[in-house]
């Protein structure tokens, strides 16, 4: 097993626990919230900082100067007056590479698979759910009202689609953007848990 595992993922759709698990069954690391805490070590900003811009869009300046600045590293004069969103989202963007260079792993969400677009040894999967059986998850994990949960989950996605659409050259949760999508709420956790399992082994088997 060499596979690197992204999953894109609406919130309520269980993508966390799914991810999780796939990452149980092939005995490799899982990486969410994991991930700030190593962007915080490895970058030097304060674990804080990074959750506060965790998978939020940012309305500051070009994304293409923030690429400018990524292919001439840090050094460049303009990472000096790159807001703290870019620099933060930058400094994620390494750690996810370093992770990825590490061996096989399972990393959920932060833009994973525009990270590791160059990657060979790469699976980019997306999972999403009915509305009714995202807020039915969300009033019981967070143990909200009906309302509270489809308002928890309606700023949560836009969150996540305005940060990876910004950040990346791809749209968030369109099919051509993934190898494959799922849709949870069909399957339950442990049936899209065993869909992602078999679609792995396929595709390690035909390298």
């Known amino acids: 097993m060499n596979t690197i595992i992204t999953i894109g993922r609406q919130f309520g759709s269980a993508g966390r626990e799914i991810g999780e698990k796939v990452a149980e069954y092939f005995g490799i690391k899982y990486y969410d919230k994991e991930l ?35 292919s001439f590293g840090y050094n460049a004069s303009s990472f000096v007056d790159m807001p703290i969103s870019h620099k933060v989202f930058l400094a994620q963007f390494d750690t996810i590479k370093k992770i990825a260079d590490e061996g096989p792993c399972v990393i959920v969400g932060r833009c994973a698979d525009y990270a590791l677009s160059e990657y060979k040894n790469c699976v980019h999967l997306f999972i999403y759910g009915d509305e009714a059986s995202k807020i039915k998850r969300i009033m019981e994990v967070y143990n909200l ?12 996605d836009k969150q996540r689609q305005s940060y990876y659409n910004y950040y990346s050259s791809k749209k968030w949760g369109r099919a051509d953007s993934y190898d494959l999508c799922i ?25």
Do not use: W
Not at 39 to 55: P, R, V, Y
Not at 189 to 194: Q, S
């Open 36 to 70: 700030l805490t190593r962007a915080a070590k490895e970058s030097g900003f304060c674990e804080e900082m990074i959750q506060n811009h965790d998978e939020r869009p940012t309305n500051s300046f070009l994304y293409n100067l923030v690429m400018d600045t990524y």
């Open 183 to 207: 849709n949870s709420s069909v399957l339950g956790i442990e049936g899209t848990v065993r869909l992602i399992i078999q679609f792995v082994e396929d595709f390690e088997g035909k390298k």
């Open 145 to 156: 009202t009906e309302q509270k949960a489809k308002d928890m989950m309606n700023k949560k």
